[in-house]
């Protein structure tokens, strides 16, 4: 079992650059693999990115692809979102997801989730 808390979330302008952390708790984090989604109002759940148990391996949405970095840091239990050149269309609710079994797009994967962060992005 593991709990993930989101934070980092907030209005920001167009072009600006923000950060995200999902901090783990409940087991050690390294034997997860990790991920972001968002979801607009609306909108389905998009898969943003995700990285593997070790940080090797990363993937992204070709939404986001070039302009968002994912990354962990398994002696904190956390991961992270760094988000540039941000978009309209990138306001979402920003959620942190933890997978026993496996990594990559698919949302059925992660059996953990987190509350969300909100991230709005306006002129």
């Known amino acids: 079992q593991v709990q993930l808390v989101e934070s980092g979330g907030r209005s920001v302008q167009i072009g600006a650059s923000l950060g995200l952390s999902c901090v783990a708790s409940?087991?050690?984090?390294?034997?997860?693999?990790m991920a972001w989604y968002r979801q607009a109002p609306g909108k389905e759940r998009e898969f943003v990115a995700a990285?593997?148990?070790?940080?090797?391996?990363?993937a992204y949405g070709d939404s986001v692809k070039d302009r968002f970095i994912i990354a962990r840091l398994n002696a904190r239990n956390e991961m992270f979102l760094t988000m540039h050149r941000l978009k309209p269309e990138d306001t979402a609710v920003y959620y942190c997801?933890?997978?026993?079994?496996?990594?990559?797009?698919?949302?059925?994967?992660?059996?953990?989730w987190g509350q969300g962060t909100q991230v709005t992005v306006s002129s």
């Open positions: 409940g087991r050690t984090v390294s034997t997860y693999a």
């Open positions: 990285i593997s148990r070790d940080g090797a391996a990363t």
């Open positions: 997801a933890a997978s026993s079994t496996t990594w990559g797009r698919d949302a059925a994967d992660y059996e953990y």
